[in-house]
């Protein structure tokens, strides 16, 4: 009788072990840092790369990620194209209300991070830790103003 209750505990661990679940796992305690919209689209953003974005005027939501390692600290809707900085060193770029991205690596001291951005008629602007960086809308490095300390 206790090798028959030995079995039915390994057919039981065995099968609740082969017959994994499929599931997705979202961050609990992200610290979104603002929201911006474009076009139809609501996007909430922040930490991890991610991101919550509504079509339906915020009656659903679904995640995204734009990079794990990074935090999404700005997002600007300029005629019609959202930009968007992460921390580590991103531009991003959407030219589709936020469906898909074009991201755009700058070079970076390890210590650096990005911090704000503003988007003009001709240039981002970029606070950073240790300065402000600008470039053209085609992502080209314009120049670097840094701090004195």
Known sequence: MKRFKIIIVLFLFSYSFLSGHEFDLMP????????????????????YGSYLMTTDK???WKQYL???????????NYSDILWGILDNGYILQSLDNGV???KHKIEMD?????????????SLYIRSLCGIYRF????????????SI
């Open 28 to 47: 609990m305690n992200i610290n979104y840092f603002g929201v911006e919209s474009s076009g139809k689209n609501i996007i909430a953003y922040g930490d």
């Open 100 to 102: 898909t991205w074009k």
């Open 66 to 76: 734009l990079n794990e390692n990074g935090e999404i600290r700005k997002m600007v």
């Open 136 to 147: 053209d809308k085609n992502v080209n490095f314009i120049n670097k103003n840094s701090d």
């Open 110 to 122: 390890s210590s650096e991070k990005f911090v704000s951005l503003i988007v003009s008629e001709n």
């Open 58 to 60: 915020g009656d659903t």
